[in-house]
Structure formats: C-alpha cells, structure tokens
C-alpha cells in the first residue's frame, strides 16, 4: 500500500528561496540553490528549537522554529547539486501541532495554505486512527482546525 503522503499530496508554503511543507510527523524544506553547488559548500545547523542554513557562505535562512524538533533525528540532503532538502522531525507528533510558520514570525503559511495544511494533518490522523481505510483523497469540511474533532468516549 502507497504511503498517504504519496497517495494525498503535499501542501507547500512557498518562499523565496524553495518551500517546505509538513507532516504529523516531520517537516519538509526544500532550498533551490545555484546548479553545481557541492556538499561542502552547503551548511546545515540543527538544534530543538534553532535551524540554519547557509549556501556558498550566503545565509538562506536562520532563526527559532515555530516548535521543537528532535535535533539528533534531522536530516539534510543535496539533490543532483541543485536542491538542498532538510527533514525535520517534530517534537510533538499529532495533527494538533500544525506549524503556522518555519521559523518565528518568518516564511509563515498564508490563510489559505494554513487551512489546507491543518486539513491534510487531520485526514492524516483519521489514518493512523483507522488504517484499514483510505483518506488520501477524501474531502472534509466543518471543524478540523487543531486536529479536527475528538473521538473519546
């Protein structure tokens, strides 16, 4: 079985220099960089609530995330020398923690996207909830802002 996320899609927030998008789970950056960039030309710093990324001694970006990552657990790789994506994986793991923004006041999600975004997490938990059916493609409406409703007895 396809994986949700390959199956439903991502939902990108747009910046000036690529995107990033998330999961419950971890979030998505994508840094489109200068054709022929090297490795060693790329630095990556990764701490629970700081990121930065630096490209041919340019700062791409830097400063506090939204919420905490699980630093040891990050990840950056360079795509056929042109695309920097960096993995980071959330503290807090469920469709409540829907991040607004990348970092503090910086690259936030307009409207729009912030709605989709929080749509996409809560049909996400409605498949860790149910895994024997399929919401990949499913649409929903009414209340699904913070995770969508509670289902507790």
Known sequence: MAHFDEKSGIVPCQTPWGQWY????????????????????????????????????????????????ISDEC?????????????????????????RSLLKDQYTADPFTYDQMEKKLTLQRFQHENPGFDFSGAEITGNYSGGGPSFDP
């Open 22 to 69: 998330q999961t419950m789970e971890e979030v998505f950056i994508e840094v489109t960089v200068p054709e022929g960039t090297k490795g060693k030309m790329v630095t990556v710093t990764f701490a629970p609530k700081q990121l930065s990324c630096t490209v041919r001694g340019e700062v791409v970006f830097k400063g506090e995330l939204h919420e905490a990552v």
């Open 75 to 99: 990840t950056w790789t360079l795509v056929d020398n042109k695309l920097v994506q960096i993995v980071l994986t959330k503290s807090r793991r469920s469709a409540e923690n829907c991040w």
